[in-house]
């Protein structure tokens, strides 16, 4: 992947960029800006500034920041493991997959809403996932219509589960109005230990409900 | 609730604004700011702006944007319909919970990664929720141990689910690029309809799946 932590020089006026940035070196520079400001710090002038070239040079090698999205997208899905698609028992390839979406997004929390609702035109990385994934159901015996919503139901319940790895411990804290709330209350007061554990639990129950679940469906 | 629509007038300089603000009214006018401009378009500022008064006078009835965001994660909540888990069966109660859930976060899309991961703290119909919620888990026979995890499970495919309401039409299209993904384009093309029906199916079969597999994990 591209070349993170060698600044790119300042270049000098009139000198073509070529050569210098790069598909992937813009890629890691709009994670980076990503990771420190948010989604809302990805802009074309925050991205030129960064990679500290001219907007016009960074519009040589990328059309819209629409089309960085696309390569931000697709080089955060290539980091997902579908490989157990290929020849494992479908819940197996189903459970290794969604434990590895899920922590590859909840790493990158800010992204989560925005992929979420991007369309896969033009990420092949995503697409091959998706290829993928869509090959092992239909090995599992899935009629062809149903694979599609079921994929989309697992990935909601991954994308909303990353978001609660990053929630603070308190968030089921009800402070001072607790004695108003006492069965939710006790309820949380015995689930136990770290957020990440929790997250975790709620990870596993969910998952795994969902594929009993979705088997359930499929025998019908 | 508050008064939309009828605009408060500027006051005059040093004349306190107590009995013209009010915490429906800047509720009010914080989701109204979120509406248009993106969470990130909710400031103190721009919300004293859209109000009409002076930072300081918002100040003297809300300590904080954090209290603000308190304010709108409770009106939020508030229209989520829990009514069932007082008598219903526990799978009719989740699922008329479920899709009124996603319902009023569809809604306010721009909020479902803030309120996800925002503590309950300190905000009463939310907490008048999950006592409901948990009641009637306690009723259908679950142990209090495994009550909150179940709540998160269904809790992030819900908010996952609110996503993929506003999902573009073409979210699955892959273009050019369709020839060398034929299992998945052809999986997409069997699909049918609009983006909305395409939702309510997965949000249907994931949530069906879900009741099924929780059941089941009750029953061992």
Do not use: C
């Not at 040079?57 to 290929?86: G, T």
């Not at 290794?96 to 609702?117: M, T």
């Not at 689930?191 to 594929?211: N, P, V, Y």
């Amino acid at each position: 992947m591209g070349t993170v932590g060698s600044p790119v020089s300042r270049r000098r006026a009139g000198r073509p960029p070529r050569g210098v940035l790069s598909r992937d070196l813009i890629t890691d520079a709009a994670l980076g800006l990503i990771a420190s400001q948010g989604y809302e710090g990805l802009t074309m002038a925050a991205l030129a500034h960064r990679l500290r070239v001219a907007p016009s040079a960074l519009y040589n090698h990328a059309e819209s920041k629409q089309e960085v999205l696309r390569w931000v997208e697709d080089q955060v899905m290539a980091q997902v493991d579908f490989s157990d698609f290929a020849e494992a028992p479908w819940d197996e390839a189903v459970r290794s997959w969604a434990w590895s979406y899920r922590g590859v997004f909840a790493a990158h929390a800010p992204l989560i809403s925005v992929i979420a609702v991007l369309p896969v035109t033009g990420a092949p990385e995503t697409l091959a996932m998706y290829e993928a994934v869509t090959q092992g159901f239909l090995r599992a015996g899935w009629p062809e219509d149903r694979i599609i919503p079921a994929i989309v139901a697992l990935e909601s319940f991954i994308f909303g589960s990353a978001f609660d790895v990053a929630a603070p411990e308190d968030i089921f804290e009800s402070g001072s109005l607790g004695p108003d709330y006492p069965l939710f209350t006790a309820a949380v007061r015995v689930r136990g230990s770290s957020q990440a554990d929790s997250a975790d639990a709620a990870f596993t129950i969910g998952l795994e409900a969902l594929i009993i679940g979705l088997k359930a469906q499929l025998a019908t």
